[in-house]
């Protein structure tokens, strides 16, 4: 296939997928967002590149991810339609860069063009390709592809960096050496000499996660449960071909395939999604991400086995599919994401005239916006004060609301109106 005709195809594709989720440019910020943003809208480009550079022992805190909401925060304000330019302009170099080492893999033009217009279609991502807050797991695939496919062009101490700064933008890419090792054993030269490092940092990040500084609770501690395995593994096979359990049959269809890039495709979606089993807490479509890059390069091998006829009955089975599962998540998140631009407009006008403000009490909130993203919404209007957000019907909000210290925020839900009772002067 000619350069030219790759570059039309891949325009085509890409047209097809900004159709297919134009209705992100409607959307809106959720907490995660407006939380990410007060915390870095106060902050400097020093303490993020320190972040980056930080040794290997020291704890990771996504310093490449909050480095861009620094960025463009400081470039796009509260303009939300130009996050998505951008998450959606990282996505489709993401499929770039996956045809790149599909083909340097070896497959098939029709085989990889059928895995990577699976990949940059697939409901299951919506989230990162509609909200800025899974710009770490957009980031994070960029520089594990990038990592890897330097890696296959023998360039060594690039992969390296790049391998370094995927894990400080995501800890999933704990797991690219034990990708490249399969790429070795399967594709490779064994350049196991080479990939020392690489495995050596990994289990310096494993032990200081598990060992050094693990995270007793809460969402992002592990469990290494039987039951805490069926539950993700139950949720992440589902979201393989949109239907329950589904991707359970993949290895079956893979060890049928019976070539090396099923083989490697199936170890890197597993590797990937390896710590995300036992992290019940996370448990997020768009994360994904990352693994699915595996799925397609799985994909792109079963596609080299079957006839055209066959690949093209599958398209037509789960397109419909894809497209409706697309649809009932748009039409969820621009209804939520609405309620919070109301809520959020609220509450810049009453910050406006009362910056002096920084103790509230709520009574009900939007569906999805959580406390901790009402307590940033008012610290980034309010330039960066401690906020203290509690709850009405709490014995402390009950005294703030008593002593007159407290604006009390109202949530009508029929009207979808936020009001403000300011505190008495």
Request: with cysteine; aromatic share 16%; hydrophobic share 55%.
């Amino acid at each position: 296939m000619s350069k030219r005709t790759g570059l039309i195809l891949f325009v085509v594709l890409a047209a097809v997928f900004l159709v297919c989720n134009r209705g992100a440019y409607h959307g809106y910020f959720q907490d995660d967002e407006i939380n990410a943003m007060s915390w870095t809208r106060f902050g400097t480009t020093k303490a993020f590149l320190e972040g980056a550079l930080q040794p290997v022992y020291k704890n990771c805190f996504r310093a490449v991810g909050f480095y861009f909401f620094h960025v463009t925060e400081h470039w796009f304000g509260l303009d939300f339609p130009k996050y998505v330019v951008a998450i959606q302009a990282l996505h489709l170099l993401n499929v770039w860069m996956l045809w790149r080492l599909l083909r340097r893999l070896g497959a098939q033009v029709f085989a990889a063009g059928f895995a990577v217009a699976f990949f940059a279609l697939h409901a299951a991502l919506f989230d990162a390709v509609w909200k800025p807050a899974f710009i770490f797991d957009l980031l994070c695939a960029t520089l594990c592809l990038a990592s890897t496919l330097l890696w296959i062009r023998g360039r060594w101490i690039a992969s390296f960096v790049f391998f370094w700064l995927a894990y400080q933008t995501k800890e999933l890419a704990v797991m690219l050496p034990l990708v490249l090792v399969c790429y070795e054993f399967w594709f490779g030269e064994r350049r196991w000499a080479k990939l020392a490092l690489f495995l050596a940092a990994s289990f310096s990040f494993a032990v200081q996660a598990l060992v050094l500084n693990p995270i007793p609770s809460g969402d992002y501690s592990f469990h290494f449960t039987p039951a805490t395995l069926a539950d993700t593994l139950s949720y992440y096979s589902g979201r393989v071909f949109l239907i329950p359990l589904a991707g359970l049959v993949l290895p079956v269809a893979i060890y049928r395939a019976g070539n090396r890039r099923t083989w490697f495709g199936l170890a890197a979606m597993l590797l990937y999604f390896l710590p995300l089993l036992f992290l019940p807490g996370r448990i997020e479509s768009a994360y994904c991400y990352l693994p699915f890059t595996g799925l397609a390069i799985a994909l792109a091998g079963i596609a080299e086995t079957r006839k055209t006829i066959e690949i093209a009955a599958f398209a037509m089975l789960w397109l419909p599919l894809d497209v409706y599962w697309l649809n009932v998540q748009a039409a969820g998140t621009l209804r939520r994401d609405d309620d919070i631009r109301a809520w959020m407009a609220s509450a810049k006008a009453f910050a406006k005239v009362r910056p002096d403000v920084t103790d509230f009490a709520f009574d009900g909130t939007p569906d999805g916006f959580r406390p901790f993203g009402m307590g940033a919404t008012f610290k980034y209007f309010n330039g960066g004060r401690n906020i203290n957000m509690v709850e009405l019907s709490t014995p402390e909000g009950a005294k703030l609301s008593q002593g007159n210290r407290a604006a009390i925020l109202r949530w009508i839900p029929s009207k979808h109106r936020l009001e403000i009772e300011p505190p008495k002067l």
